[in-house]
């Protein structure tokens, strides 16, 4: 449905949100390229000499794509260009496997995200071949050139470091930027996956999603968290695997509860658990000081004790090494990202009931608020409702063109335009 084009303040407002769109996308820009060339002077270091890398006192890479590197440089060459392909009648081994159900009922989701978001997706079996694949027309072609399409294999020994192998390796998710990857032919890469499991434990596999390395994001792995738990729960008839009786509401509020009663927590610990939340990859201690402490002078040993008194209230499902989350804490809005995944705004603008744990500066959490916004009023401007940019804009009354939106979508005889414009009124005052 089409309107009058906005007014000159609504312009500005759009401005204004366009501008803080592009300052952040241009940050993570530069970001990312920082990221790749380390990487890149990582991998020229260790893959040619591996001990004389890891002697060295130049930054190291991760310790599990270390590890992988030495695992797998054994058996594969860095130069290597395309995955080896199985033998054998790939439609008929996916046509049997219990993955092809839940796969084809989510199949509408995982074709917005692979189309419309630039995305490759992939469901290989227990030993790392890929059975199915989905993606839209340029990052196809990209994906046939390496091999990652059905019948191509990406275990370890076949393929190298990865995504994939790492989550069949290792039974966690997994993701590996640019260089991170041991096939030089992957740098230009970022791949984000998780295992599967059926409802007896097994892993009956692992899902990925794929882009090229300058549309890396931090939300990618929550889609892929999402739509694991997805397939999961219909493996497992509609039961999701999440801590038992715990539960974190952060949107709009700071609340958590275990077993219906709430928990009194200081406000770091939700900040912290809501992180951990949010990044299913988790953080290692130095990551994590610095998304909760920013530069403020701070000695470990705060962070130490504040994750064990979390430890303490959400009954141990955190791990060391690594701050993660050994098991999902059912989450307001890691539902909600499961939503905007899978195009569900309707869901998304219910549950958000405003910014990610408001009034906290902590730098990570900031961050974090900042992609949510983005990701949420995108989905409503996008949408043809106006029953999502009503309640949406109840929850952003100082958003300009949220109010012009649903205005312009609202019939001149609703009586909810009084709503939208009396809020449009108090915006353009503020």
């Known amino acids: 449905m089409c309107g009058p084009a906005p007014g000159a303040a609504g312009t500005h407002g759009a401005d204004r949100a366009a501008t803080g769109e592009m300052r952040m996308r241009s940050g993570q820009d530069s970001a990312l390229l920082r990221r790749r060339a380390a990487l890149e002077r990582q991998w020229a270091r260790w893959i040619p000499s591996p001990r004389e890398a890891a002697e060295s006192d130049a930054a190291q890479p991760r310790a599990e794509v270390a590890q992988s590197w030495v695992r797998s440089r054994a058996f594969v060459d860095p130069a290597t260009d395309c995955a080896p392909a199985v033998a054998g009648d790939i439609a008929s081994t996916w046509a049997d496997s219990p993955l092809r159900g839940p796969i084809a009922e989510l199949s509408d989701q995982l074709h917005s995200i692979t189309h419309d978001a630039g995305f490759v997706a992939a469901v290989t079996d227990e030993a790392g071949t890929i059975l199915w694949s989905d993606g839209g027309q340029v990052m196809r072609r990209r994906a046939e050139r390496v091999g990652f399409t059905p019948g191509?294999?990406?275990?370890?020994?076949?393929?190298?470091?990865?995504?994939?192998?790492?989550?069949?390796?290792?039974?966690?998710?997994?993701?590996?930027?640019?260089?991170?990857?041991?096939?030089?032919a992957l740098h230009g890469w970022v791949c984000y996956c998780a295992p599967i499991r059926g409802a007896d434990g097994r892993q009956l596999g692992v899902l990925d999603l794929s882009t090229t390395w300058d549309r890396s994001h931090p939300l990618a792995m929550s889609t892929v968290l999402s739509l694991t738990a997805a397939v999961e729960a219909k493996l497992q008839g509609g039961v999701t695997n999440t801590a038992a009786g715990v539960r974190l509401e952060c949107l709009g509020a700071a609340v958590l509860t275990r077993g219906g009663r709430p928990l009194r927590l200081r406000r770091r610990l939700l900040e912290i658990l809501t992180l951990l939340a949010l990044e299913p990859d988790g953080y290692t201690p130095e990551r994590l000081q610095l998304a909760v402490y920013g530069d403020r002078p701070t000695g470990s040993s705060t962070l130490k004790a504040d994750v064990s008194h979390?430890?303490?209230?959400?009954?141990?499902?955190?791990?060391?090494?690594?701050?993660?989350?050994?098991?999902?804490?059912?989450?307001?809005?890691?539902?909600?990202?499961?939503?905007?995944?899978?195009?569900?705004?309707?869901?998304?603008?219910?549950?958000?009931?405003?910014?990610?744990?408001?009034?906290?500066?902590?730098?990570?959490?900031?961050?974090?608020?900042?992609?949510?916004?983005?990701?949420?009023?995108?989905?409503?401007?996008?949408?043809?409702?106006?029953?999502?940019?009503?309640?949406?804009?109840?929850?952003?009354?100082?958003?300009?063109e949220i109010h012009e939106h649903a205005l312009r979508l609202l019939p001149a005889r609703d009586a909810r335009r009084a709503v939208a414009a009396a809020r449009l009124h108090s915006a353009l005052r503020s």
């Open 152 to 184: 191509g294999r990406w275990d370890e020994n076949h393929m190298g470091t990865n995504a994939l192998s790492l989550a069949l390796h290792t039974g966690r998710p997994s993701s590996v930027f640019s260089a991170e990857h041991l096939v030089e």
């Open 310 to 400: 979390l430890r303490r209230a959400t009954g141990g499902d955190i791990s060391n090494r690594v701050y993660r989350l050994t098991t999902p804490v059912s989450c307001d809005v890691t539902d909600m990202l499961a939503a905007l995944a899978t195009g569900d705004t309707a869901t998304a603008v219910r549950l958000y009931r405003g910014p990610l744990l408001p009034g906290s500066q902590t730098p990570g959490i900031v961050e974090w608020r900042e992609h949510l916004e983005v990701g949420i009023r995108t989905a409503v401007l996008s949408a043809g409702e106006a029953e999502y940019a009503l309640d949406y804009g109840a929850k952003a009354p100082g958003d300009i």
